[in-house]
């Protein structure tokens, strides 16, 4: 299996542009989830889903963010507008039957400017 | 809110040294998974251990599950430079939903 695909691997746009970070999950994975990391908070759960339906987006830090999953082999975050403290790095992985072992992606730095 | 606590935050060492990293809680979890992270790449899985008083041993890496299930302990002995990277724990939460992270230790070992 290819792993957990995510692209771009990196993006630098400007303040108030809109972003979209795709992820490819695992094929048979029923769970997908988002992280963002950075050096001050670490590794912070955006948001999840389970066979395509979110369930917990309390991670989510602003309406700006939004999430969806229209099928089970592909997610996309969202940020509009974008600003420069959503500069991180996005993580997307998935899991089978639960959170217990979860697969990550190579992620995708942000930087907006 | 359960936590996971992570020591030492940085960790510099020579190569053949041993080291131990903790994950510590006060809180129960149903599992607690190992990940290794190094720059520019994602977290990965290094072990999962579910049993209390579990001890999993993976080349010169153990890892050791407390008896009541809320810490964790990782020990590498004879360091190699390889070994560098970001080093996470994470527990699995009751509901088997979500995971909780520690913050990470950040290990480099020189040669």
């Known amino acids: 299996d290819a792993g957990v695909i995510q692209s771009p691997r990196h993006e630098v746009t400007e303040m108030g542009q809109e972003v979209t970070l795709r992820c490819k999950p695992i094929?048979?994975?029923?769970?997908l989830f988002w992280y963002r990391q950075t050096m001050m908070r670490g590794l912070e759960l955006l948001i999840y889903?389970?066979?395509?339906?979110?369930?917990?987006d309390s991670g989510m830090p602003e309406d700006r963010f939004s999430a969806k999953m229209p099928n089970a082999s592909f997610s996309t975050l969202k940020i509009q507008p974008s600003e420069p403290r959503d500069s991180a790095v996005y993580f997307c992985?998935?899991?089978?039957?639960?959170?217990?072992?979860?697969?990550f992606g190579p992620g995708t730095r942000l930087l907006v400017l | 809110t359960q936590l996971l606590e992570q020591s030492p935050q940085f960790l510099s060492i020579q190569e053949g040294e041993n080291l131990t990293v903790y994950c510590n809680s006060s809180?129960?979890?149903?599992?607690l998974q190992w990940y290794r992270q190094e720059p520019g790449e994602g977290p990965v899985l290094l072990v999962t251990?579910?049993?209390?008083?579990e001890v999993k041993k993976l080349k010169r890496l153990t890892f050791q599950f407390g008896d009541a299930r809320k810490d964790s302990s990782l020990h590498i002995t004879a360091a190699q430079p390889g070994d560098t990277g970001l080093y996470l724990c994470?527990?699995?939460?009751?509901?088997?939903?979500?995971?909780?992270f520690g913050a990470g230790t950040i290990l480099r070992v020189k040669s």
């Open positions: 094929s048979g994975h029923d769970y």
């Open positions: 992985a998935s899991s089978y039957g639960g959170a217990g072992t979860q697969y």
């Open positions: 251990v579910v049993t209390g008083g």
């Open positions: 994470a527990g699995e939460n009751e509901y088997g939903n979500k995971l909780v």
């Open positions: 889903f389970n066979n395509n339906v979110p369930i917990d």
């Open positions: 809180s129960v979890f149903s599992s």
